[in-house]
């Protein structure tokens, strides 16, 4: 027996703890995300790297410049920021001025969530703030696509990439349209097997649709996503164009295109269920899914741009504050409403 | 109903911690030797305190009354040991707080037998008679929150409980002392349950097990015959099973509305230990003077379960089970999951100490705090569907009174919430806080 009690401890209930952390949960992404990013490497060479870590690199210096100093080290070893970087580059396309992603990643972390109060406290997906940002003020390099290059020309640099700033790029690349743009300005369709696998063109993380699918799983075993965002925005967008498919499938996209092609995986996957920007409440979860899946099929085929992902999420983003406020649970023993 | 619930007995939400009770689940309950002094406050249970009616100085027996109170939400209060009444006065309270309690010497050279003469027997008391005895007895709800049960057993005009619900959930994480009681004590329990039937003319009984405790329930299930009204429900592991809602709604699928009483719905609760008490108040003349207690965890040496009579310094207990190692750093008295750290280890072992737990450096260790990321996982968790996301931020902002619209008061303190937060934000603590304060506001 020991002569002298130990220094005790007060903490307050309960004591013990899950023990998964948000960084860790942010970690997860990155671990889901890693196949995509290979398969980027593969597809798009040297060049698609370049641009992930300039998008990293901005993001997390943004982060460090914005942070008052005494919490600079929390802040960034959250990894919130380098996740928002990360997200930004696999929406980029693979030829895109390196100091444009630079801007977008600065743009996503600045005004996506610093001025927001920093992490939790943004209505927008910082990732996709940074992305609206680049298509509004660079609207032809942000629609340039390369066509993927394959493991041959690894090392061939786009020269579009080290464009000076200001300075209009000069494309060298075979530009190429997207499965997107050939369907909508051509009403061209491309092969459910190019799509899931991925030698498309396209932005550098949406064109495998197999990979991303599978590091969804990923996060849905580790309880990190909530399920029924993707599966309602599969559902709707789904269902939707299945509608429109049967009224006229020469002109509309069937199902299996509209869910496989563009960056609908990337973004219902990894940027819709988004916590921060998503609703809290399951109901909500629901509504906000299904609403981003009406939303893309709607911008895809009647508005002017081949791709809607981004545009839905951010205004669904901007509807979570009233879901959560019109979807409360319901409190055990009473009834909905609260008496 | 939902149909779905013939098959799978259980509430919503909750979490799943470790069980972390091997190191005590196969430990027979052994009885803790009689130390020189005792600390017994008069306020360890839930309402009034009771007041002495012994004087500084006055020899007593093992099992004498000590002190009581008019009051009906209050309760008596026993000698642990045959010996004399050192003091009366403030003593240290395991909130840290004094208050006021009845300090008794033992008498090294008493044998310590019990010679309290036994009550009438149950089945010739009346209802109001009945509940007198318990109060007599000093019996509380053993879970570990102290409510005297005789209040429980006091049933208005019109109401009449059909069901009694035997608590032997135990889902705290480390707790195995009513696993034990089940396991050792089956009789006494079915004792208690036939009693407390007769009394409240239930006309049906189930014991509600978490499926972890195979060995108790086949225990119990062998003693039980075909066509008995009591049944042993075997419920799947989660937390907070124990919670008396919680139970209601896991074995009869049905949710006590807010604001009432599962006697409301015709049921009564009761935790194992509960029972166990009254039988041996009726068949063995003893009040509640000791109760079964873990103690565990890893700044333990020795753990055990063990019978403590009432009133042991932790510190004793501690020395019978080889002391505390070196790297502890927190003691906590009940589970770990509701129980409350101690600041000195001089304080008392009450009615309501179920466990007495020993961490070190590796459980005591916090993440640091995070923003909250809206992950929903406190939504997951909570056993009440509240928002425990929207409290907290509330919370922070000290906005109490938008916290009671989103039904803070209904919160039951479980801690699931703050368990799952990957911020480590501490949700129950500020929805605790809140609680206070809209009770003095009320006030
Ligand atoms: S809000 Fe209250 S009832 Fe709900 S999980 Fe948290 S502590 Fe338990
Ligand atoms: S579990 Fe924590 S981080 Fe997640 S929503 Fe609840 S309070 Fe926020």
């Known amino acids: 027996m020991r002569s002298k009690d130990p220094q005790l401890l007060l903490q307050s209930a309960p004591m013990l703890r899950q023990g998964l952390t948000t960084p860790q949960a942010m970690r997860d992404v990155w671990y889901a995300l890693t196949p995509v990013v290979l398969a980027a490497l593969w597809f798009f060479g040297l060049g698609a790297l370049l641009l992930l870590l300039v998008c990293i690199g901005g993001a997390v210096l943004t982060e460090w410049v914005f942070t008052p100093p005494e919490s600079r080290r929390d802040a960034l070893a959250d990894n919130s920021a380098a996740l928002t970087g990360l997200l930004l580059g696999l929406t980029l396309p693979p030829a895109l001025p390196l100091w444009m992603a630079f801007l977008g990643a600065m743009v996503a972390v600045g005004l996506g969530k610093v001025i927001w109060g920093g992490l939790g406290g943004n209505l927008f997906n910082p990732a996709l703030v940074g992305r609206a940002f680049l298509l509004g003020t660079f609207p032809i390099a942000m629609t340039t696509w390369a066509a993927p290059s394959g493991p041959g020309g690894f090392l061939d640099l786009p020269a579009s990439l080290f464009a000076l700033p200001f300075h209009s790029p000069v494309y060298d690349a075979v530009s190429s349209a997207t499965p997107l743009g050939l369907m909508k300005f051509q009403q061209q369709g491309t092969g459910l097997s190019q799509l899931l696998i991925g030698n498309t063109s396209g932005s550098l993380g949406e064109t495998s649709g197999l990979l991303l699918i599978l590091g969804g799983v990923y996060l849905w075993l580790r309880r990190d996503l909530d399920w029924r965002i993707p599966v309602g925005i599969f559902a709707a967008a789904g269902l939707f164009s299945l509608i429109l498919f049967t009224q006229d499938g020469a002109r509309f996209p069937s199902p299996f295109f509209t869910l496989f092609s563009g960056g609908l995986l990337l973004g219902a996957i990894y940027m819709a269920t988004d916590p921060v920007t998503s609703p809290l409440t399951p109901r909500g979860a629901w509504i906000f899914g299904a609403g981003i899946g009406l939303l893309v099929v709607l911008i895809r085929v009647f508005g002017g741009f081949p791709e809607g992902m981004m545009y839905s999420i951010l205004l669904m983003n901007a509807a979570t504050p009233l879901i959560d406020r019109y979807t409360q649970p319901r409190v055990f023993g009473r009834k909905r409403g609260g008496r | ?443």
Not at chain 2, 304 to 332: H, K, M, Q, Y
Not at chain 2, 343 to 353: C, E, R
């Open chain 2, 1 to 443: 109903m939902n149909p779905l619930h013939l098959f799978r007995r259980s509430f919503s939400h909750g979490v799943h911690p470790q069980g972390l009770k091997e190191q005590t689940a196969d430990r027979p309950i052994q009885r803790v030797p009689f130390v020189e002094r005792y600390v017994m406050p008069l306020g360890q249970h839930i309402g009034v305190p009771a007041a002495p009616v012994v004087k500084v100085g006055q020899r007593l027996v093992r099992g004498e009354l000590i002190a009581e109170s008019a009051a009906f939400v209050s309760t008596c209060l026993h000698s642990p040991v045959t010996g004399r009444v050192r003091d009366i006065g403030p003593h240290r309270y395991i909130d840290g707080s004094f208050k006021q309690a009845i300090e008794v010497e033992a008498d090294p050279y008493a044998t310590q037998q019990l010679e309290q003469r036994l009550p009438p027997a149950w089945d010739s008391l009346s209802p109001e008679q009945f509940i007198q005895e318990i109060q007599r007895a000093g019996i509380v709800g053993l879970g570990g929150a102290a409510f005297p049960a005789h209040v429980k057993y006091s049933i208005p005009k019109g109401q009449q409980i059909r069901d009694l619900l035997i608590n032997g959930a135990e889902c705290e994480p480390f707790l195995t002392n009513d696993h034990r009681l089940m396991m050792e004590r089956p009789d006494a329990l079915l004792r208690g349950i036939t009693i407390l039937m007769g009394q409240l003319g239930a006309e049906r009984a189930a014991i509600g097990v978490e499926a972890n405790k195979p060995d108790a329930i086949e225990v119990l299930r062998r003693r039980i015959d075909d066509g008995s009204p009591v049944e042993v429900v075997a419920l799947p592991v989660k937390y907070p099973q124990g919670a008396e809602k919680m139970l209601i709604k896991a074995i009869y699928g049905r949710e006590v509305p807010a604001g009432q009483l599962p006697r409301d719905l015709g049921i009564a609760v009761n935790n194992v230990g509960t029972l166990v008490a009254i039988a041996d108040w009726f068949d063995r003349g003893m009040p509640l003077i000791e109760r079964v207690v873990t103690v565990s965890g890893p700044g333990v040496t020795y753990p055990a379960n063990l019978i403590v009579p009432l009133g042991t310094p932790v510190r004793e207990v501690l020395r019978f089970c080889g002391g505390l190692r070196d790297e502890t750093r927190e003691v906590v008295m009940g589970g770990p999951m509701m129980g409350a750290s101690i600041a000195s280890l001089d304080v008392p072992v009450l009615k309501g100490s179920s466990g007495i737990l020993a961490f070190t450096e590796h459980a005591t260790w916090r993440p640091k705090e995070y923003p909250c990321i809206r992950c929903s996982r406190c939504l997951e968790a909570c056993p009440y569907f509240l928002n425990p996301s929207r409290l907290a931020r509330l919370g922070k902002a000290r906005l109490f009174q938008e916290m009671r619209q989103f039904q803070v008061m209904d919160c039951v303190e479980c801690g699931a919430c703050t368990f799952a937060c990957p911020s480590n934000i501490p949700i129950v603590q500020l929805i605790r806080t809140a609680k206070d304060n809209l009770r003095h506001l009320s006030r």
